[in-house]
């Protein structure tokens, strides 16, 4: 499902729109999303990308221009989640605050992987299949494994 308040900055390729779900997110032009993908409500897709199939991108993600995003790939934007507060009530909105996470111009990430709350992924960087990324990456690292550590720096 698509919502009304997705806003589409140009030609957006969805092969299967009817195998999204798509809402209150920001998609820019020539960006390509498979099928199975969850977009959510205040994330924001920069122009030319590629999301692959059954990916989970939530509120708070920020991903720039020109990135490769592989099947499968969750980010997360709550470092310590619950289902019920303290006193025992089911947690709503205004019990908890997304933490964002940030995917810089030209970043590749492999299928698999999870990205977690409050990382940035540097312009460039490559990041393993099957990584999680707990920490901030530089621009043009490599980096892989669980959790990911920089393994080396791409060549310019």
């Known amino acids: ?31 390509r999303i498979g099928t199975f993908v969850e977009i959510q409500r205040n994330a924001n897709i920069g122009a030319r990308c590629k999301i692959s199939s059954h990916t989970f991108i939530c ?30 009530r089911v947690v709503g909105d205004a019990d908890w605050t997304v933490v964002p996470v940030r995917v810089c111009a030209g970043a590749s990430i492999g299928s698999g992987s999870v990205i977690m709350s409050g990382v940035t992924i540097g312009a460039g960087a490559l990041i393993g299949a099957g990584s999680v990324v707990t920490r901030d990456v530089p621009e043009n690292a490599v980096a892989y494994g669980n959790p990911a550590r920089v393994k080396s720096r791409k060549r310019s």
Do not use: K
């Not at 490769?68 to 303290?86: K, L």
């Open 59 to 88: 509120e708070g993600v920020t991903i720039e221009d020109g990135v490769f995003i592989g099947h499968n790939v969750t980010f997360i934007n709550d470092p310590e989640p619950r289902a019920v507060t303290a006193d025992g």
């Open 1 to 31: 499902m698509i919502t009304s308040d997705v806003q589409f900055l140009g030609d957006v390729s969805i092969p299967h729109p009817e195998l999204v779900n798509l809402y209150g997110c920001t998609i820019g032009a020539g960006t």
